[in-house]
Structures are given as C-alpha cells and as structure tokens.
C-alpha cells in the first residue's frame, strides 16, 4: 500500500461548486502540505500543517481552505471552485526533522 | 524568503550523453537544498539532498549533485542518461517559518528529454 494516498485521482467540476481533496498517510508524520502545481510555475505551497492544532497559510492559499482531520488526514477544499484553479494537486508529508518530504501520486483537478 | 532559480525548462540530450540541469539558490547563512524527480502522471520523489559535509551528493539513479557556495548553485549531474530519465526535475530549498517549523521552496523545474 502506498504511504501517502489521495482522492480523487481525477476530478472535473463546474464553476461555482465546492471541492474536496483528501489527502491520507500511514507514514506517521507530524507535518503535512498541500501543493499546486502548474505548467512552468512548479510546485507552489497552499496550506500546510505541523500538527493537528496548527494549519499555516502558504504562499498561494486564497480561495482555497483545510482540515487535518486527524494526524494522518489533511483535506483541502475549494469553496466555490473557479477555472484558474485547475491544477495539479500534491499532498505530501515529512518528519519533524524536514530531510525529506513524501508525496502522493498527486489530483489532476480541471474547473469548467 | 529563500528562492529557488532553475534557468532551463527544458534540456533535450541523446541517450549515453552526459547532463547537467542547473540550480541556484538565494543566498543565506546556512542551507539544506534537494533535488526530486518527476516522473510522467506521478508524484515527486527524493533524488538526493544536501544537508552538510560533503559538497559532493550522490543520489539514486546515478545522479549526483555538487553544492558551490560562492556560486550559489547546487547542480544535477549524470554522466551518462537513459530514456528512463526522462522527467521532470525540481530543485528546492527548504527555509524557516514564523513558529520553528520548516517548509521547501520549488524551482520551476527542468525537463529533461531523452532521446535515442
């Protein structure tokens, strides 16, 4: 089983809907993070989480918001969808230390 | 804030060649730089990682990096790629946060293309 999962894999939506991406990890970490990336723009951090209390805005978070759930589940939701956020989404994990940070296969997201 | 400079989106090379896919970083007193490897329709994954030591790091692969602090630059080198290179790169650059915590800055990335 893969250590960082998410769903959907796919998702395509209209304009104005409300959105949620699950993000699940068997890894045991503390801190986990929600990315988006786009085509020459690389990975831009969105939220993230050092623990179940602590959610920090990233650099790009308007329009979008979170739940860590628990230590192993961290959501990202769009309110009221819109195209400009059709994207890739990445969630990923590290330890305390932040030597490395683990991703999952990532959510092919397209707003109509 | 710590940034991240990836100057080529795209590095085509013929298979067996070498390869160099260059980064550089912001300035600061200390740093802990990475490179992580996209493969097509699927998530990152760590090539290798600096943290101290050895300007030298060697990662999976057969990839390896050098760290030059007065350049600012932490290079990708292969000496010899395979099409299963193919992929995309991304350097990164981990800085601190308000409340003791750490995050990772991305470049743009770098793709690299083999061909036969």
């Known amino acids: 089983d893969a250590d960082v999962t998410q769903t959907p894999r796919n998702r395509i939506t209209k304009t104005g809907k409300r959105i949620m991406l699950e993000c699940s990890q068997t890894k045991g970490h503390d801190r986990m993070y929600w990315y988006r990336q786009d085509p020459g723009l690389g990975l831009r951090l969105i939220y993230y989480s050092f623990d179940v209390k602590d959610i920090n805005k990233g650099e790009i978070s308007d329009g979008y918001s979170v739940s860590r759930q628990a230590q192993a589940k961290f959501s990202l939701s769009l309110e009221s969808a819109i195209p400009n956020q059709t994207a890739l989404y990445f969630c990923?994990?590290?330890?305390?230390?932040?030597?490395?940070?683990?991703f999952g296969p990532g959510t092919r997201l397209t707003v109509l | 804030a710590q940034s991240v400079t990836q100057l080529d989106s795209q590095v085509p090379v013929f298979e067996e060649a070498p390869v160099e896919l260059r980064c550089n970083y912001s300035?600061?007193?200390?740093?802990?730089l990475f490179w992580y490897v996209q493969y097509p329709n699927q998530g990152l994954q760590l090539l290798l990682k600096y943290l101290s030591g050895s300007t030298l790091v060697k990662g999976i692969n057969g990839f390896e990096a050098e760290f030059n602090k007065s350049q600012t630059s932490f290079h990708l080198r292969k000496p010899s790629v395979h099409i299963s290179d193919t992929a995309e790169y991304f350097c990164?650059?981990?800085?601190?946060?308000?409340?003791?915590?750490?995050?990772?800055?991305f470049g743009t990335g770098t793709q690299l293309k083999v061909e036969l």
């Open positions: 990923a994990t590290s330890p305390r230390s932040l030597n490395t940070q683990y």
């Open positions: 990164a650059v981990r800085e601190r946060v308000t409340g003791g915590g750490n995050k990772l800055t």
């Open positions: 300035s600061s007193v200390s740093v802990y």
